[in-house]
């Protein structure tokens, strides 16, 4: 099954236009369900019926994995099946009724305008400085993705109009606008700080950012300087990318935007993804309703 399993890797990037991280779990999630299936004696996807499926699952479950680490499982595995099906390498799909298992839906996790307010304000203006203050406001001006940041190059940005393309997990492009302080922290850093990061004066790296080795920054990289600012801000709770990501949404909701606006500058497939951010603002509404009202 490994011939076929690089086949539907390769789809997944050229195809679907799937993310590197996306298609390296999904990659990891089946190698591990292959190995289950060589454990049992099953080397063929012919072989494999609904019943493997389910004991898979079993296992899972039996192993402690959350519910969230299972679905994603169930999603490669359902989307490997797929394929599979689809170019006729196996005649019936085991894993066209497999349903994934409830979870319950944690709440989204943001950071106040205040803390927003510290956190940009920490940079300062040396080099690096200029560069984190850059990447920074651009996460929480636009809601990108971190992926979709570090991956971002020069001719992603249109400083002139106040805009950037993003080219997103499926490969659809978006256009989405840089407000004010974002446009200015952009032009200061490709003005006086990007030309200082690259050593080699021939160098021809597109990244829009790059590391004190003149190399575009790694998600890793990316999550340190996070860190080291969130401490800085004196923000005591976990703070991630993806927390910049979701206080962008949570504000735009709780200034009027709508969903549907809201799903097109966050790349969303589904709006039912966005509307977990409604969520999140109903239920700040219902907060300050029990302490404010007399009879709450």
């Known amino acids: 099954m490994d011939a076929i399993l690089k086949e539907f890797v390769s789809d997944l990037a050229t195809e679907k236009k799937m993310a590197k991280n996306s298609i390296c779990a999904y990659e990891k999630d089946i190698m591990e369900f292959n190995r289950f299936l060589a454990g049992k004696g099953i080397v063929s996807a012919a072989e494999i019926s609904d019943t493997d499926m389910v004991s898979y699952l079993l296992k899972l479950k039996n192993d402690g994995k959350a519910g969230a680490t299972v679905n994603r499982k ?4 359902r989307a490997y099946f797929n394929f599979m099906f ?20 944690k709440s989204v996790e943001y950071l106040t305008l205040q803390e927003i307010e510290k956190l940009l304000s920490l940079p300062d203006e040396t080099v690096k400085g200029i560069r984190d203050r850059a990447m920074l406001e651009l996460l929480y001006a636009t809601g990108i993705r971190v992926t979709e940041l570090t991956e971002m190059n020069l001719s992603d940005v249109n400083l002139r ?6 080219s997103g997990e499926h ?3 978006r256009i989405i606008p840089l407000g ?14 990007r030309s200082r990061l690259i050593h080699n004066e021939s160098s ?9 080795a003149g190399e575009r ?4 990289g990316l999550w340190k300087i996070i860190r080291h600012y969130a401490e800085g ?16 949404a949570v504000h735009m909701v709780q200034n009027g935007a709508d969903l549907k606006s809201l799903q097109e500058l966050l790349g969303h497939e589904d709006i039912t993804t966005t509307q977990i951010y409604l969520a999140a603002t109903k239920s700040k509404i219902k907060e300050v309703y029990d302490r404010s009202h007399p009879r709450a």
């Open 204 to 212: 021809e790296e597109n990244a829009l950012f790059v590391n004190y």
């Open 233 to 248: 801000a004196g923000i005591e709770h976990k703070i991630t990318p993806q927390i910049l990501r979701n206080s962008f």
């Open 171 to 173: 490969g659809k492009a």
């Open 217 to 220: 920054m790694t998600r890793q």
């Open 161 to 166: 109009i106040g805009f950037i393309t993003c």
């Open 86 to 105: 689809s170019k006729g390498y196996i005649t019936s799909n085991p894993a066209a009724n497999i349903k994934s298992p409830k979870i319950a839906r």
């Open 74 to 77: 169930v999603a490669s595995i």
């Open 180 to 193: 004010r302080p974002a446009k200015a922290a952009l032009e200061n850093y490709l003005g006086s700080a």
